[in-house]
């Protein structure tokens, strides 16, 4: 006799904003799923600032009243700072589109997590935090399942019609069929604390995230005001320049930084550190493939780019979503092969690729404030981007004039470096 108990449609691996979503969306569907989460939340997690794009995923998850009445900072624009410390005219989502929806947040993770994963319990996943899952099982190319261990140490085969990871860098599929890919350009690494007391700015401004550049442009810093008169604040920088072997440890290194960006010194002198330091290496990277014969990647588990303009947690709600659908679409049509779970792919990795180029734009030194001044007629296309209509083909517009701008910043940087 078959144990029904082990049994279930949609087997998900990871309860961040990625698997906590495809789970709702997936669960509000009819089916069965179960969702596996390591350890117990709430949990400490970096990537607090939000993109206005979110408003619509959190909508359909049912978790927008929520947020309305949460304590989190509003966040209504991002600013960029040069190098010498002049500051860009902010850019206000509203003025783009006076929509609530060009207005989001700045979350603490541990707390916007737990929201999430408790909203799935709601809409009918069977949550089980502190149950590791050791391994996918596969039967040849199909995944069929997972092998858990819960806290007491107890392991048990559970099958599923369907897995989606959402198991972040750990991307239990990606490592198993070696589907990671680093980027060949954006090889970084980051310091971060949090301080309290620190400069914030009043009105409008208040919630706005900062980006800040060190001198020669070597490195970044982000400066995200939070609720409680806390603010996230790190360093982002090339991995060989960040951690170089005579540097010292993170602390050392991290006020080294501080030192090559007097504007974010300034902001800091009022505050004191309220947390230690922490590290990460590698930011981005990416999967091969999204999606096989009953599995599909979502959030991390697929991929993570340069933080810069807090893409990652709209990437991975807006993966989460798209999967479920067709992981809900193949489970509707008794097809769950790689082709159909993987049907949103192109969509997504074209989105992907659009705050890719952006990106790079920002690391090859181009100034927005130049670019709008050279191009006022894109400033609405610009801004589009760093709301996240990344999923929105119009705003391709942009990209030849923004890449003519790389050209020509990259000959200026030719011409001086000889001269």
Not at 26 to 40: H, I, K, N, P, S
Not at 145 to 165: L, M
Request: hydrophobic letters at 35%; a negative charge; proline letters at 4%.
């Amino acid at each position: 006799m078959i144990d029904e108990s082990k049994v279930v449609d949609v087997a998900v691996i990871g309860g961040g904003p990625a698997g906590a979503t495809a789970a709702t969306l997936v669960a509000d569907a009819g089916y069965q799923v179960r969702l596996f989460e390591r350890e117990q939340f709430p949990r400490f997690h970096i990537g607090e600032s939000l993109m206005p794009e979110t408003y619509h995923t959190f909508r359909r998850l049912g978790v927008l009243d929520q947020l309305k009445s949460s304590p989190y900072q509003k966040k209504l624009s991002v600013q960029f700072v040069n190098e010498e410390g002049k500051e860009s005219q902010p850019f206000y989502f509203d003025d783009h589109n006076p929509h609530e929806s060009s207005r989001t947040w700045q979350v603490v993770r541990s707390d916007f997590d737990r929201m999430l994963l408790e909203n799935a319990s709601r809409h009918g996943v069977d949550v089980r935090q502190g149950t590791r899952v050791l391994e996918v099982l596969f039967e040849g190319e199909q995944a069929v399942g997972v092998k858990v261990q819960d806290a007491d140490g107890t392991k048990e085969e559970i099958s599923a019609r369907v897995v989606i990871d959402a198991s972040g860098q750990s991307s239990l599929i990606a490592h198993r069929l070696k589907l990671r890919e680093p980027d060949p350009i954006l090889k970084k690494g980051s310091i971060w604390t949090y301080y309290e007391g620190a400069q914030r700015d009043s009105g409008r401004n208040e919630g706005a995230t900062l980006v800040l550049s060190t001198q020669g442009k070597k490195g970044w810093f982000w400066y995200i005001p939070l609720h409680d008169d806390k603010v996230s604040v790190g360093v982002v920088s090339s991995f060989e320049e960040l951690f170089q072997s005579d540097r010292g440890p993170p602390e050392e290194i991290f006020y080294q930084e501080v030192e090559r960006c007097p504007a974010v010194k300034k902001r800091l002198e009022s505050g004191r550190r309220v947390t230690g330091f922490m590290t990460t290496k590698d930011f981005s990277y990416y999967a091969k493939q999204l999606a096989g014969d009953g599995w599909v990647l979502v959030g991390d588990a697929f991929g993570f780019l340069d933080p810069i303009y807090s893409s990652g947690v709209f990437l991975a709600l807006k993966s989460g979503e798209m999967a479920a659908d067709a992981v809900v679409a193949g489970l509707q049509a008794g097809d769950v092969g790689g082709d159909r779970l993987g049907q949103w792919g192109h969509e997504f990795l074209q989105g992907m690729e659009r705050m890719k180029r952006l990106v790079y734009t920002f690391y090859e030194g181009v100034s927005f404030g130049r670019f709008v001044r050279e191009n006022p007629h894109l400033s609405g296309h610009l801004v589009d981007l760093l709301v996240g209509k990344l999923f929105d083909p119009h705003v391709d517009e942009i990209v030849e004039p923004l890449e003519a701008m790389r050209r020509q910043v990259r000959a200026e940087s030719l011409q001086n470096a000889g001269s």
